[in-house]
Each structure stands twice: as structure tokens, then as C-alpha cells.
């Protein structure tokens, strides 16, 4: 069965410190893995997108690492700032049957709050 | 910068009845979607759409659910007789290709089903 699982759970930072979350997944076939940023109450907006042949992706103070061996994803923050508060969520694009669809199988995320 | 936009930000109904959301996908971008998220739960996927057709739909997405393309700007939920269950957030996205591209999602609808 296709599964996305994401830990921890919710994690407490003070702000400034660095904090690494943790993606592992049982999707076949792979297509890709993306993190999504979501705010309370908000859609979620796209961090990263890495595809099998990548290991590692940037964004700004967000690096994403994947290991499509072992089935693994991370995504590293820098430098906490209080407005990184907020739900990241790994989601694993499968290939379907139909044609060039894809599925998007979600991550329950991790939930991150900033301290000051 | 270009977004996807949702309306209305909160829908309140009584089980029974039949609700419409609405969403304005980003204006070049040519696949659409929806999806829920019931409180403290997964984003599940309800449905792909593309060329004026369904093109990819979930178990979630059965006679109940329908969607719409009614012109060049909006794309439309509509969910006929609502349960309690129905109570979610319901999001649209919105994205130029499928495989990599990436999905652009709007703020959502709060839909309360009482």
C-alpha cells in the first residue's frame, strides 16, 4: 500500500536553531517527492520538488534530501525564523496507469513551531 | 504574482442541502484539481481535470461530487446532498503539466456541514 510517514510528529525550536524532518514512503512506482510549507488554515505552497535521480535541493534557507534507495526524505531548515511555523508536509507523486497522471500521496506532516 | 483564488473562505450548510465552490485556477495554466483535508487529517485527493474532462478521480469522488469548467476562468465543486462528513477544508490547485510541474494550491474553502 502506498504510505507517506512523516516524524516527528510536531517539534518545538527556539528561533535561529536548525531542525531536520524526517519523510519515509512506500510508493510504487516513484515519480517524485515533494514538501509542501502549510500555514494554519492555508493551502500548502511548494518548497521542493526532487525527482529519482536527484540526492539534494535548495530553497533559500530549505534543503530537501532524498535517498531513493533506502526511501527516504529529509528536509533541513536553517536558521529558524518564527514565520517557518507552520505544518511541513511530504507528499510522494506515484505514476498511475492512466497515461501521464499522477497521484499525490500525502504525508499527516510535521507540525513546527518557532519560539522567540 | 499570479494565484489561485477560492470562494467563498468559509460555507456553512445544513446536511441535505447542496453546496457549489468555486475556484480560479491560475490563467495559463491548463490542469486543475481538488482536494480535501478534514481536520487534523491527511490532504486526500478527490479529483484531476483537464481538456473539459475528468482525467483522474479518487474513491472519495463518487455521485455525490461533480465538477465543472462552466467557463474559460472558473472550476467548480459541487457537492450534492451534504453530510456531516462533508465538513473540511476543500482546496484547489491548479498546474501548467503534470509530472513534475508543480501544483499550485489556493487558500481554500472551510465547508461546515450542520
Known amino acids: 500500500k502506498n504510505q507517506v510517514e512523516q516524524s516527528p510528529q510536531s517539534l518545538i525550536i527556539l528561533e535561529g536553531k536548525n531542525c531536520t524532518l524526517q519523510c519515509n514512503y512506500t510508493v510504487s512506482p516513484f515519480s517524485n517527492l515533494r514538501w509542501y510549507k502549510q500555514d494554519t488554515g492555508r493551502g500548502p505552497v511548494s518548497l521542493t520538488i526532487m525527482t529519482f535521480s536527484e540526492n539534494t535541493k535548495s530553497n533559500g534557507r530549505y534543503t530537501a534530501t532524498l535517498d531513493a534507495d533506502t526511501k527516504q526524505s529529509s528536509l533541513h531548515i536553517t536558521a529558524s525564523q518564527l514565520s517557518d511555523s507552520a505544518s511541513y508536509i511530504c507528499v510522494v507523486s506515484a505514476k498511475t496507469n492512466a497515461g501521464n497522471n499522477r497521484k499525490l500521496i500525502w504525508g499527516l506532516g510535521t507540525s513546527l513551531a518557532v519560539n522567540p | 504574482e499570479p494565484e489561485v483564488t477560492q470562494t467563498p473562505s468559509h460555507q456553512v450548510t445544513q446536511m441535505g442541502q447542496e453546496v457549489i465552490l468555486r475556484c480560479v485556477p491560475i490563467?495559463?495554466?491548463?490542469?486543475f484539481y481538488w482536494y480535501r483535508q478534514i481536520l487534523g487529517q491527511k490532504v486526500e485527493f478527490l479529483v484531476s481535470f483537464y481538456n473539459n474532462e475528468i482525467s483522474e478521480k479518487s474513491e472519495i469522488f463518487d455521485d455525490q461530487f461533480s465538477v465543472e469548467r462552466p467557463d474559460g476562468s472558473n472550476f467548480t465543486l459541487k457537492i450534492r446532498s451534504t453530510k456531516l462528513e462533508d465538513s473540511a477544508m476543500y482546496f484547489c490547485?491548479?498546474?501548467?503539466?503534470?509530472?513534475?510541474?508543480?501544483?499550485?494550491f489556493g487558500p481554500g474553502t472551510r465547508l461546515t456541514v450542520t
Open positions: 490563467s495559463n495554466h491548463l490542469y
Open positions: 490547485a491548479s498546474s501548467e503539466g503534470t509530472q513534475e510541474y508543480e501544483q499550485y
